[in-house]
């Protein structure tokens, strides 16, 4: 079993940058696929970003391919999401998610992942 907790979220300014945190505990955190996802008020949880145990492989949602940019250490246990450029609509809650995996895969689909964090809120004002 793994415990997730992210951080790092707050208020910007749209065109700024946040970069936010996930620290993962347990001694097999190289055994998981890592997500981000994020949840605007009203909306179902959505797919943001993914990498694969090794991190070796990422994958991007539409709406963010080009700005935000993950990765991981997994001699660390975190996960990280760089955000740029930020617009208004990346204003969410950001959740960080993990699946455990023998493959080298990346997930994208939120029932897949196997354990949540509590989510940081990620705010962009206009």
């Known amino acids: 079993q793994v415990q997730l907790v992210e951080s790092g979220g707050g208020l910007v300014q749209s065109g700024g940058s946040l970069r936010l945190s996930c620290a993962a505990s347990?001694?097999?955190?190289?055994?998981?696929?890592m997500g981000w996802f994020r949840q605007a008020p009203g909306n179902e949880r959505e797919f943001v970003a993914a990498i694969s145990w090794s991190g070796g492989s990422t994958y991007y949602a539409d709406s963010v391919k080009g700005r935000f940019t993950i990765s991981r250490d997994n001699a660390k246990n975190t996960v990280t999401l760089q955000m740029n450029s930020l617009k208004p609509e990346d204003t969410a809650l950001y959740y960080c998610a993990a699946k455990l995996t023998g493959g080298s895969s990346w997930y994208a689909i939120r029932d897949e992942y196997d354990y949540w964090g509590q989510g940081t809120q990620v705010t962009v004002s206009s």
């Open positions: 347990g001694r097999t955190f190289r055994s998981y696929a």
